[in-house]
């Protein structure tokens, strides 16, 4: 006896019943009786498996020709209902089809079959999200992203380009494809989590797309509002949470021999963020809650565009100016280009790095330039869209990340500076 063709046969029988008790029980709960139950899907995915045991490809084709004419004959029998659908009758093909999968590829027929029955039991929650809860705005952002991800990224070459090999044009659009969906998430976040977290929670999830540009939302809401001064001061500098999180990622998936040079400062820098973002976010908590948190577009496609522009010339400039003049150039061209985005910089000295074209003890000092120089634009940014009075509140924070990534730095820097004579 065959133990591995009756384990298929039983995937095939499991699938089968899996699916058709679901079938017959939102049958039940409709008050009627429909073509296809528990036992003819039962049946159906049996006969697939059959089907390719006895005869293969040709007589799987005629199992699925003759359940495809009674699925279409049952459907002609219920073409008098209000709204008949066809949802029961495609099932049962596809059931089918599972079966003849369970002969060849047991485990993946059990996990497509279990996939198939959780998305028709959970016809009402995806009617009630597609219908209620997702708006336009969100499908056309979900259609951006998966364009990005499925159609743009394939056809881009996946080589060096430009001068001095600085641009590889993959590289690139992963990271705008990288920025689009965090930006996806931060909006799913405030969508789940609701207004009662208010401001921070939007500033954290915001912070995500551009804490820079979160930190003059922020400054302009406590102009406006000046009870919720603490709560705009939340969510400001906890978008540098945000910034140090997006850090992270974008450095693993560059260069993991970066990230881990720069653990200690990125870990120093994010505690301290949270610590003040968190004593304004229960400060906040405290007084009358502000105005329902936006959650803004679920993504941006400009911003994530601009970042990619952004971060071809700073690759760019990046490499130029170390081929002019060595390690001195990195640190400018990342110190210049932490003024418009800190990650953009961050990936172009990674890249180097990747590259084998820098160390990554060397890459600290530079990304750190990065994050100084943004550190800057966000204290500018601070007091000409807040005031005195957010500013007095938020720069000391903004000083406190910056000074405690400095100091988590402090031993590799020292170790850097010692080993260069030698």
Same mark, same amino acid.
């Given at each position: +006896?065959?133990?591995?063709?009756?384990?298929?046969?039983?995937?095939?029988?499991?699938?089968?019943?899996?699916?058709?008790?679901?079938?017959?029980?939102?049958?039940?709960?409709?008050?009627?009786?429909?073509?296809?139950?528990?036992?003819?899907?039962?049946?159906?995915?049996?006969?697939?498996?059959?089907?390719?045991?006895?005869?293969?490809?040709?007589?799987?084709?005629?199992?699925?020709?003759?359940?495809?004419?009674?699925?279409?004959?049952?459907?002609?029998?219920?073409?008098?209902?209000?709204?008949?659908?066809?949802?029961?009758?495609?099932?049962?093909?596809?059931?089918?089809?599972?079966?003849?999968?369970?002969?060849?590829?047991?485990?993946?027929?059990? +996990?497509?079959?279990?996939?198939? #029955?959780?998305?028709?039991?959970?016809?009402?929650?995806?009617?009630?999200?597609?219908?209620?809860?997702?708006?336009?705005?969100?499908?056309?952002?979900?259609?951006?992203?998966?364009?990005?991800?499925?159609?743009?990224?394939?056809?881009?070459?996946?080589?060096?380009?430009?001068?001095?090999?600085? =641009?590889?044009?993959?590289?690139?659009?992963? /990271?705008?494809?990288?920025?689009?969906? =965090?930006?996806? #998430?931060?909006?799913?976040?405030?969508?789940? /989590?609701?207004?009662?977290?208010?401001?921070?929670?939007?500033?954290?999830?915001?912070?995500?797309? @551009? &804490?820079?540009?979160?930190?003059?939302?922020?400054?302009?809401?406590?102009? #406006?509002?000046?009870?919720?001064?603490?709560?705009?001061?939340?969510?400001?500098?906890? !978008?540098?949470?945000?910034?140090?999180?997006?850090?992270?990622? *974008?450095?693993?998936?560059? @260069?993991?021999?970066?990230?881990?040079?720069?653990?200690?400062? /990125?870990?120093?820098?994010?505690?301290?963020?949270?610590?003040?973002?968190?004593?304004?976010?229960?400060?906040?908590?405290?007084?009358?809650?502000?105005?329902?948190?936006?959650?803004?577009?679920?993504?941006? /496609?400009?911003?994530?565009?601009?970042?990619?522009?952004?971060?071809?010339?700073? +690759?760019?400039? @990046?490499?130029?100016?170390?081929?002019?003049?060595?390690?001195?150039? &990195?640190?400018?061209? #990342?110190?210049?280009?932490?003024?418009?985005?800190?990650?953009?910089?961050?990936?172009? *000295?990674?890249?180097?790095?990747?590259?084998?074209?820098?160390?990554?003890?060397?890459?600290?000092?530079?990304?750190?330039?990065?994050? !100084?120089?943004?550190?800057? !634009?966000?204290?500018?940014?601070?007091?000409?869209?807040?005031?005195?009075?957010?500013?007095?509140?938020?720069?000391?924070?903004?000083?406190?990340?910056?000074?405690?990534?400095?100091?988590?730095?402090?031993?590799?820097?020292?170790?850097?500076?010692?080993?260069?004579?030698?």
């Amino acid at each position: +006896m065959d133990t591995d063709l009756l384990l298929n046969l039983g995937v095939a029988l499991g699938v089968g019943l899996l699916i058709g008790a679901e079938r017959e029980r939102r049958q039940a709960a409709k008050s009627g009786s429909g073509a296809a139950g528990i036992r003819t899907f039962t049946v159906a995915s049996l006969a697939g498996a059959l089907g390719m045991i006895v005869g293969g490809v040709v007589m799987l084709a005629a199992a699925t020709g003759v359940v495809g004419v009674l699925v279409a004959l049952g459907y002609w029998r219920t073409r008098g209902d209000k709204d008949p659908g066809l949802t029961t009758e495609i099932a049962l093909v596809v059931t089918t089809l599972i079966g003849a999968l369970a002969v060849q590829a047991p485990q993946m027929a059990a +996990m497509v079959g279990v996939g198939v #029955a959780i998305l028709l039991a959970g016809r009402n929650r995806l009617h009630h999200f597609v219908s209620d809860v997702l708006t336009e705005e969100e499908l056309e952002a979900a259609l951006i992203l998966g364009a990005a991800t499925l159609v743009v990224l394939p056809l881009l070459p996946n080589q060096a380009m430009g001068p001095f090999g600085a =641009i590889n044009p993959q590289t690139v659009w992963k /990271l705008v494809v990288l920025v689009l969906a =965090i930006g996806a #998430a931060g909006h799913v976040a405030v969508r789940a /989590l609701g207004a009662r977290f208010g401001l921070p929670v939007a500033g954290l999830a915001s912070g995500f797309v @551009s &804490s820079t540009a979160t930190i003059g939302a922020m400054g302009a809401r406590a102009k #406006a509002a000046p009870e919720a001064m603490a709560a705009a001061v939340a969510g400001a500098v906890l !978008s540098t949470v945000a910034t140090v999180i997006q850090m992270v990622v *974008v450095l693993a998936a560059t @260069s993991l021999p970066t990230l881990q040079a720069m653990a200690l400062p /990125l870990g120093c820098a994010g505690a301290a963020a949270a610590a003040y973002g968190i004593v304004f976010t229960v400060i906040g908590f405290r007084h009358t809650s502000p105005e329902e948190a936006d959650p803004g577009k679920a993504v941006s /496609l400009v911003a994530a565009l601009t970042f990619g522009a952004i971060l071809a010339a700073v +690759m760019l400039g @990046s490499a130029a100016l170390r081929a002019w003049f060595g390690e001195a150039g &990195s640190i400018a061209a #990342a110190g210049l280009a932490g003024l418009a985005d800190t990650h953009a910089a961050a990936i172009s *000295v990674a890249a180097l790095v990747a590259s084998e074209r820098m160390t990554a003890d060397a890459a600290v000092l530079p990304i750190l330039a990065a994050l !100084s120089s943004n550190t800057v !634009s966000k204290i500018v940014f601070a007091t000409t869209a807040g005031g005195r009075a957010f500013a007095l509140r938020v720069v000391p924070g903004l000083l406190l990340v910056i000074l405690a990534a400095w100091l988590g730095a402090m031993p590799g820097l020292a170790g850097l500076t010692l080993a260069a004579p030698r």
